[in-house]
């Protein structure tokens, strides 16, 4: 099979396959661990139900375990994009396949991201299929007895996680998707460019730059706190008319747009340069 510089929906259909076939192992676990975690959570929220009958709070507490374990297991698997170059072996078996340094990286992205995110889901729909078996062993509310998807889309529900983690706008809504994936972006930088540990290692700088920045803020909140702001206050309330909600929005959509596409670039960069024997700094 020959390569060229053009994109092939082919090749790219059979990096992908290669990827599933060899790497089985780890994706019946990343299947496995999602399960486990709906299937006890569900479990656990029998033992309450049967002293009160809400099904539609069982629901929120299914359907937020199910939110947070996509937030938390999405980080760990984006930085998890580089798994399959994490010897020299690997390294060297994946370069050398007959596809272009960008459908590899398509198919990695494709398979840390959409593939998670299409597991987790799958292992929710198992679990609960599978919590039905346990039904007889508690004595539990005729409510129960029903799709916990019907209690998920309740209007009542879907208006209360809405306005818990989206903002009621749509231009709200963009904006904390890109914040949100821009977040997730940094996990995908951090696994091209560490090869042990990534997610721990992308965590922990998160962690320590957030810390700095508030001691930062605080430093500049001591230094200045004393200092009279009065010129400030009536330049702002002079041209507070400017400053939109509609706009304050617009421009962190369009900043953290370009923050995201730099971070997937600077992956992308990463990832066509990985060397077959990487320098021993790269491996810490």
């Given at each position: 099979?020959?390569?060229?510089?053009?994109?092939?929906?082919?090749r790219?259909?059979?990096?992908?396959?290669?990827?599933?076939?060899?790497?089985?192992?780890?994706?019946?676990?990343?299947?496995?661990?999602?399960?486990?975690?709906?299937?006890?959570?569900?479990?656990?929220?029998?033992?309450?139900?049967?002293?009160m009958?809400?099904?539609?709070?069982?629901?929120?507490?299914?359907?937020?375990?199910f939110?947070?374990l996509?937030?938390?297991?999405?980080?760990?698997?984006?930085?998890?994009?580089?798994?399959?170059?994490n010897?020299?072996?690997?390294?060297?078996?994946?370069l050398?396949?007959?596809?272009?340094s960008?459908?590899?990286?398509?198919?990695?992205?494709?398979?840390?991201?959409?593939?998670f995110?299409?597991?987790?889901?799958?292992?929710?729909?198992?679990?609960?299929?599978?919590?039905?078996?346990f039904?007889?062993?508690?004595?539990l509310?005729?409510?129960?007895?029903?799709?916990?998807l019907?209690?998920?889309?309740?209007?009542?529900?879907?208006?209360?996680?809405?306005?818990t983690?989206?903002?009621?706008?749509?231009?709200?809504?963009?904006?904390?998707?890109?914040?949100?994936?821009w977040?997730h972006?940094?996990?995908?930088l951090?696994?091209?460019?560490w090869q042990?540990h990534?997610f721990?290692?992308?965590l922990?700088?998160?962690?320590?730059?957030?810390?700095l920045i508030?001691?930062?803020?605080?430093?500049?909140?001591?230094?200045?706190?004393d200092?009279d702001l009065?010129?400030?206050?009536?330049?702002?309330?002079a041209?507070?008319?400017?400053?939109?909600?509609?706009?304050?929005?617009?421009?962190l959509?369009?900043?953290?747009?370009?923050?995201l596409a730099?971070?997937?670039?600077?992956?992308?960069?990463?990832?066509?340069?990985s060397?077959?024997i990487?320098?021993?700094?790269?491996?810490l």
């Amino acid at each position: 099979m020959s390569t060229n510089n053009t994109f092939s929906f082919s090749r790219l259909g059979l990096v992908m396959k290669r990827d599933l076939m060899e790497n089985w192992k780890a994706n019946l676990y990343r299947f496995l661990g999602p399960y486990a975690v709906f299937l006890f959570a569900m479990l656990i929220g029998y033992v309450g139900a049967e002293d009160m009958d809400d099904f539609i709070g069982y629901s929120s507490i299914i359907f937020s375990t199910f939110t947070y374990l996509l937030l938390i297991g999405s980080a760990y698997s984006a930085s998890q994009i580089m798994e399959t170059m994490n010897t020299q072996q690997k390294r060297l078996s994946y370069l050398m396949l007959p596809a272009t340094s960008l459908e590899k990286f398509v198919v990695r992205a494709l398979y840390v991201t959409v593939g998670f995110v299409v597991m987790a889901t799958l292992a929710l729909l198992l679990a609960e299929a599978s919590r039905f078996l346990f039904m007889p062993f508690f004595d539990l509310p005729e409510s129960f007895h029903q799709s916990i998807l019907s209690g998920v889309f309740d209007t009542s529900l879907i208006d209360s996680w809405s306005q818990t983690y989206v903002c009621r706008n749509v231009l709200g809504a963009l904006c904390t998707i890109l914040v949100m994936c821009w977040g997730h972006s940094l996990f995908i930088l951090g696994g091209c460019y560490w090869q042990k540990h990534p997610f721990w290692k992308t965590l922990g700088i998160i962690l320590l730059v957030n810390q700095l920045i508030i001691m930062f803020i605080f430093f500049l909140a001591e230094t200045f706190g004393d200092i009279d702001l009065s010129i400030d206050g009536e330049w702002l309330e002079a041209h507070m008319a400017w400053v939109t909600i509609e706009g304050v929005l617009g421009f962190l959509s369009v900043l953290f747009a370009l923050l995201l596409a730099l971070n997937w670039w600077l992956s992308y960069c990463c990832f066509t340069r990985s060397q077959v024997i990487k320098p021993k700094f790269r491996l810490l």
